[in-house]
């Protein structure tokens, strides 16, 4: 059973920085798609940045010029920075993984608080 795991969440003053980290597991025969989504209280999950197995990558408009995505085999990382209070939220790893049927995995969320 493939799973993925999210880590370093937590809690950082406006303007701060913070790194998320994804590791995928299990018996993992291809990783396609891999992304980061983001639910705030009382909103909707939503996409924050998404890296395809090639190498690109799309970013929501809110977050462009202050996050970065990257991906190295089977470990995927959001780089966070000039964090706003509006940046808090639960944050979600997302990746297409063939095990060896392709399915849609979600990890279990890490907690990012942006507050002073």
């Known amino acids: 059973q493939a799973q993925l795991v999210e880590s370093g969440g937590g809690l950082v003053q406006p303007g701060g920085s913070l790194r998320l980290s994804c590791a995928a597991s299990g018996i993992i025969f291809s990783i396609y798609s891999m992304g980061w989504y983001r639910q705030a209280p009382g909103k909707q999950r939503e996409l924050v940045a998404a890296?395809?197995?090639?190498?690109r990558t799309n970013y929501a408009d809110s977050v462009k010029g202050r996050f970065t995505i990257s991906r190295d085999n089977a470990k995927m990382y959001l780089q966070m920075n000039s964090l706003k209070p509006e940046d808090t939220a639960v944050y979600y790893c997302?990746?297409?993984?063939?095990?060896?049927?392709?399915?849609?995995?979600w990890g279990q969320g890490t907690q990012v608080t942006v507050s002073s």
């Open positions: 997302n990746a297409d993984l063939a095990t060896p049927r392709r399915n849609n995995y």
């Open positions: 890296v395809t197995s090639g190498g």
